[in-house]
């Protein structure tokens, strides 16, 4: 069975805004945009985290933290250069892409090894052969515009979002 993931945000006015992604296109997004900029890339990864998990991979402590609390790792600096990097750079590349990526990338069984082999921070994730590719760029683009709108809510309110998986 294929996995998604959610990110969520409700801001106690009864406004529950949420995105969800398809975990193979969540990975193609990460790959695609560390194929660009590594260290921005991981920042993206890095908002898509919960806080547990962010400490952990970053050799901080964890004290207070429990790794099954939903909420995302949440640093408003952090999230306005990940909006930044969306806007300025992922999407517009996405847009200019003529073909499927997982075709960019050989098909889906060399993008699966691809990513396995991928090094950095997209060691601490893995893709099976269950995962679904929603790789076409138009769907890509109007998933990431709104886990950007997303990501500024979260900004402009002061509250981390909630993620969480379904498998």
Known sequence: MARSIYFKLDDNQRNVTDVRFQFGAYALILFYAKQIDESKAEELFNTTLNEFYYRLYNNLSTEGYDSDDDSAHFDVSEIRRVIAFLDEQVIPAIDAETTLLTEKYGGVKR??????????????????????????????????????????QSADTGKAMIRFFEF
């Open 111 to 152: 993008f699966e090894r691809s990513f396995g082999n991928g090094g950095g921070f997209l060691k601490r994730l893995s893709v099976s052969e269950h995962e679904v590719y929603n790789d076409y760029p138009p769907a890509l683009i109007d998933n990431l515009e709104g886990f950007k709108a997303l990501l500024q």
